[in-house]
């Protein structure tokens, strides 16, 4: 599909009523449902299904198979790998309506995602956390957190850009990439400005 703000696959289905920033791209066999809002410069990667009313920010990364269902909000900088599921409701059934039960979950931004995890309807993933390949979310994750497995659990801190963070004695660390201090306070790390 041509347009001059953003680039879609021709084989990419997009309904009447889609917010999409500049610099998108939407890649083959994904479908744009309406009501739906994404942000400048995201690359949505093939066969993705974004649900109507789901909001991405600017430079939202989705890799291939991905479902983002109705009531998800991800931030700008977000990653999601190959084939992260989102949930909406906690307890589905076919003969139930349950649409009025959406459950919001929130990824904030820089988080990454990674392929297969799963993510269990009404969590917030904090700002730079780091999901690991398979893992099922079935409760809020902190900002700058590694959390692998299932159930997920936290394994240790990154730093924004992905690296491992290890604290010494003062609570403190450095990024190895990029140099930036961060402190842990309270069970919650903060970058150092």
Same mark, same amino acid.
């Given at each position: 599909?041509?347009?001059?703000? @953003?680039?879609?696959?021709? &084989?990419?289905?997009?309904?009447?009523?889609? !917010?999409?920033? /500049?610099? &998108?791209?939407?890649?083959?066999?994904?479908?744009?449902?309406?009501?739906?809002?994404? *942000?400048?410069?995201?690359?949505?990667?093939?066969?993705?299904? #974004?649900?109507?009313?789901? !909001?991405?920010?600017?430079? !939202?990364?989705?890799?291939?198979?991905?479902?983002?269902?109705?009531?998800?909000?991800?931030?700008?900088?977000? +990653?999601?790998?190959?084939? $992260?599921? +989102? &949930?909406? $409701?906690?307890?589905?059934?076919?003969?139930?309506?349950?649409?009025?039960? +959406?459950?919001?979950? $929130?990824?904030?931004?820089? =988080?990454?995602?990674?392929?297969?995890? &799963? #993510?269990?309807?009404?969590? /917030? #993933?904090?700002?730079?956390?780091?999901?690991?390949?398979?893992? $099922?979310?079935?409760?809020?994750?902190?900002?700058?957190?590694? !959390?692998?497995?299932?159930? =997920?659990?936290?394994? *240790?801190?990154?730093?924004?850009?992905?690296?491992?963070?290890?604290?010494?004695?003062?609570?403190?660390?450095?990024?190895? /990439?990029?140099?930036?201090?961060?402190?842990?306070?309270?069970?919650?790390? @903060?970058?150092?400005?």
């Amino acid at each position: 599909m041509e347009n001059l703000s @953003y680039f879609a696959h021709q &084989t990419a289905v997009i309904d009447d009523g889609c !917010v999409i920033g /500049e610099g &998108t791209k939407i890649w083959h066999f994904s479908h744009i449902m309406g009501g739906c809002s994404i *942000g400048k410069m995201c690359n949505i990667g093939q066969n993705v299904v #974004i649900s109507p009313n789901v !909001v991405l920010g600017r430079n !939202v990364k989705i890799q291939n198979n991905v479902s983002v269902y109705t009531g998800v909000i991800c931030e700008d900088d977000v +990653f999601l790998g190959p084939s $992260v599921v +989102f &949930t909406n $409701v906690l307890n589905p059934r076919s003969h139930v309506n349950r649409k009025a039960e +959406f459950k919001q979950t $929130v990824v904030r931004r820089g =988080a990454s995602i990674g392929a297969n995890a &799963t #993510i269990v309807c009404g969590n /917030e #993933i904090g700002e730079y956390a780091m999901i690991g390949a398979g893992a $099922v979310i079935t409760k809020p994750v902190k900002p700058y957190a590694l !959390v692998v497995g299932n159930p =997920a659990r936290q394994i *240790g801190w990154v730093s924004a850009n992905g690296n491992k963070l290890c604290f010494d004695a003062q609570n403190r660390a450095v990024c190895p /990439e990029t140099g930036q201090m961060y402190e842990l306070r309270n069970g919650t790390v @903060y970058e150092i400005k």
